[in-house]
C-alpha cells in the first residue's frame, strides 16, 4: 500500500473517530454548561478547556488500547461488540432523532461568585470523571468500536476522537458570549440533534458491515 494511500485510510479513519467523538459529547448536560459558564464569565477558560479535552482524550486512548489487547485475543468478542455497538449507536440516533422533535435549551447561569483556579478545576473534574456515561462513552463504546480498526490505525481513531473533544471544548469555552444566544435557541439543538441522528446511524451502519466481514 503506497504512503498516500495510507494517508487516506487514516484521514478516512480519523473522521470516523471525530464524528463518533463529537456526536457522544454534543448534548445538553452540566460538563458543557460548566465549561459554556465559564467562557461566558472568561474565567479559567484555557485551564478548564485543557483539562476536559485531556481527560477525554485519555480515556479514549486507555479504552481504545485496551479493548485492543482484549479483542485481539478473542475475534468472537470482537463481533460482539461490533454488534453491540451498532445497536447501542442505532439507539442513540434514534433517542437524537427523537429529542429534535421536542424543544429544549441549555441555559446557563454565569452570575454568582467567581471560581479561583483550583475550585474550577475541581468541578471540573467532577463534572467529567464522576459522570458514569463518560466511562461508557469513551472506554467502553468509542474502545470497542476503535479497537476495530487495524494497529496501524487505531492512533488516528484515537486522534480524531480526541480532536473531536478539543474542537467541542475550545468553541465552548472560548466562542461562549456568541454561542450562548444560539444554545438558547431551541430550533438550534432541534438540528443538532438532527445531525447527531444521522451520524449516529451511518457509523451504525459501518459498525455492521465490520461485524459481517469479520465473520
Known sequence: ?????DSSL???VFTQGFALGLGLIVAIGAQNAF???QGLRREHVGSVVAFCAVADA??????VLGMAQALGRSPGLARALAVAGAVFLAVYGWRALRRARQPQRLSVD?????LARRAALAQAAAFTLLNPHVYLDTVLLVGSIGA???P?????FIAGAGGASLVWFTA???GARWLAPWFARPRAWQLLDGLIGVTMFVLSATLVRLAISGI
Request: hydrophobic share 55%; no cysteine; glycine share 22%.
Open 152 to 156: 496501524a490505525l487505531q492512533g488516528w
Open 172 to 174: 465552548l469555552g472560548y
Open 10 to 12: 487514516g484521514m478516512a
Open 148 to 150: 476495530q480498526q487495524p
Open 58 to 63: 485519555l480515556l479514549i486512548a486507555a479504552g
Open 1 to 5: 500500500m503506497t504512503q498516500a494511500a
Open 110 to 114: 454565569a452570575g454568582g461568585a467567581g
Open 35 to 37: 465549561v459554556l459558564r
